[in-house]
Structures are given as C-alpha cells and as structure tokens.
C-alpha cells in the first residue's frame, strides 16, 4: 500500500490486518504535516505479526519503488499517496503534477512489472468539477476539473485505464468524497475547526458557509476500499461518499454541539478553486460493492471530538 501512514490509509492497513492480510507499507512521510502523527498512525501495525513492515521513499523513485515491490511481491495494490489538498495544488501546480502524475505511473508500471492481480487507485470528487445540479454519478464527463489537484487525480485515472488495457490488470478508481474522523491531516476543516475552537481562537470560514460537501466518515471510506479490492475486475470507478451533502455551517454547528462551545467566525472571501457543493451518488457502489455508509454527521463528528481529545 502506498501512502500508507496517512489517515485512510494507516486505518485501511488496521482493517487488513485484523482480517488476516498480510500488509507492508510505502510512503516518504513527507513533511505537509508532522511526522510524529504518521508514526503514531502507523504504531498499532508494527505490533501486529503479519505487517510486513515499511518501505520509505518517494514514488517517483523508480528503482526504490521496484525494489520495494521486489522485496514484498505484492498480490493486490492500493494507491493513496499523493500531494492533496485543493489549495495547496493552486500554489504549487507543477509539483503536485510531479508526484500525482509521473509518481502513479512508477507505482503502475510497478504493480505491472510484479504481475499484479488487483489495483485501487483513490482519486477524488475533485475530478468532477463544478456540477449545477444533482448527485455526481460516475457516468457523468470528468473533463473540466478546476485545480490542478483534481487535474491530477483524472489524469491517474486515465494512466489506471490505460494499465488496464495494455495488460488485464483489474483496476479500480475510488472518488473519495471529504472523508474525516480520527487521524484525519490538521489542516483539513472539521480537524482545524475543532482545534481552534478548543483553543478559544476564531475559526476562518470562506464565504459565508453555505458550500455544500458530501463528508463521509473516514471508516466508511475504508470499508469501501476493502469491499472494492476484493471485488475488483476489469475496470471500475466508484464513488466513496455518505451520498447526503451539509454545508459548512452545518459542520460548524455539529461541532459546536459534540464541543458544547460557540465558534468564534472570521469570514474570509470564498477560495479560489473551492466547489460550490460535492454530492456522492453511491448506487453504483452500492449495488456492486454493497456500500452503505450509516454514520450520520453528528454521531461522526462526536466520535472524531472524543478521539481528538483523548489525544490531548
């Protein structure tokens, strides 16, 4: 798995392990945020028998990323790492294009060179740009994301597609859908709300909160991860959501419950780049993977606030 000390990914490797899999990890810790939390991500797999352990190093390192899977010999790959994050690719394009573009055609060439059986690929609701009207359904043209984050992520899943074709390897693209809970990076809004309103600091909030975003539990997303890998054939692309879309305001008032505290505003002016709403159709998923998410946003920010706090 790459990316694997990350928040889904160290969590997915959690799953594995607890249903007898057998699991290692690549990831290059990169510095986005501290290190100490992707170590601590990770401290639960490294006491179980059957993980296989950590390869670190870049993507983009072709004979690192071969020799890892040459240690390893994978049967299944799942593909989390990339530089993400919508705002961060507005300032830094040319990087992001880097790793998320020439970084999953190593690890692609890799997994075919390794004769692979099934590959997951996470991309993102990013790729579906702006959409008037309705949930995102993945039939629906991916062809006008507007960042170079969702740019990337449609252009793994052609680089995906394209593996596919040249070899038979089953591949499957997973759009994930503003997954939060325990784990989840501290700049990511329902983690940096809650910091900052425990703190008694104001919280920034673009526009006037009403963006719609379709936040999906982190362990559903997880769950839809497994349910994929282990079905995977041929090519799929699915969307990983809750399928019920809140706005910002009702993240903040959701938290301002679980806190039992009132937020603190500063209003800043919409961000460049930002969708104006995210909505997850999961039929597709649901009928073929059996994917019913069933954590409501008040029951998922409570259990991210209790395990926020117990982490002091």
């Not at 290692?24 to 797999?45: G, I, M, T």
């Not at 949930?135 to 680089?159: C, I, W």
């Not at 946003?297 to 991210?304: T, W």
Request: aromatic share 8%; with cysteine; hydrophobic share 40%.
């Amino acid at each position: 798995m790459t990316g694997g000390a990350g928040a889904i990914g160290s969590l997915l490797v959690d799953a594995l392990l607890a249903r007898g899999d057998t699991v290692a990890v690549l990831d290059s810790f990169h510095d986005f945020y501290p290190r100490a939390r992707k170590e601590r991500n990770l401290a639960h797999a490294k006491s179980q028998p059957r993980f296989a352990g950590v390869f670190e190093g870049d993507i983009r390192d072709a004979p690192f990323v071969a020799r890892a899977f040459e240690s390893f010999a994978p049967r299944h790959v799942v593909h989390l790492a990339a530089r993400a994050g919508v705002r961060p690719s507005l300032e830094d394009p040319v990087t992001y294009a880097d790793v998320n573009l020439v970084g999953t055609s190593v690890v692609l060439n890799a997994s075919l060179h390794a004769r692979v059986e099934r590959f997951a690929f996470a991309s993102s609701s990013t790729v579906y740009g702006e959409r008037p009207r309705g949930a995102f359904t993945e039939d629906l043209p991916a062809d006008r994301p507007v960042s170079p984050y969702g740019a990337t992520k449609r252009g793994g899943e052609l680089l995906c597609h394209a593996a596919h074709v040249s070899s038979g390897m089953a591949v499957t693209c997973l759009r994930f859908f503003n997954a939060y809970g325990p784990r989840m990076r501290p700049d990511l809004a329902v983690h940096k709300f809650a910091t900052q309103m425990l703190a008694d600091k104001p919280i920034q909030v673009f526009g006037d909160g009403s963006v719609e975003r379709d936040f999906t539990y982190v362990t559903e997303t997880v769950d839809g991860i497994v349910r994929a890998l282990d079905r995977a054939r041929e090519y799929h692309v699915y969307n990983l959501g809750r399928g019920k879309p809140v706005t910002v305001n009702d993240i903040i008032a959701s938290l301002e419950r679980a806190l039992g505290k009132r937020a603190q505003r500063e209003t800043l002016p919409p961000a460049p780049g930002d969708l104006p709403r995210t909505w997850a159709s999961c039929a597709l998923a649901a009928a073929e993977l059996g994917y019913a998410p069933k954590i409501d946003l008040d029951e998922g920010v409570a259990r991210f606030v209790r395990w926020l706090q117990e982490r002091g």
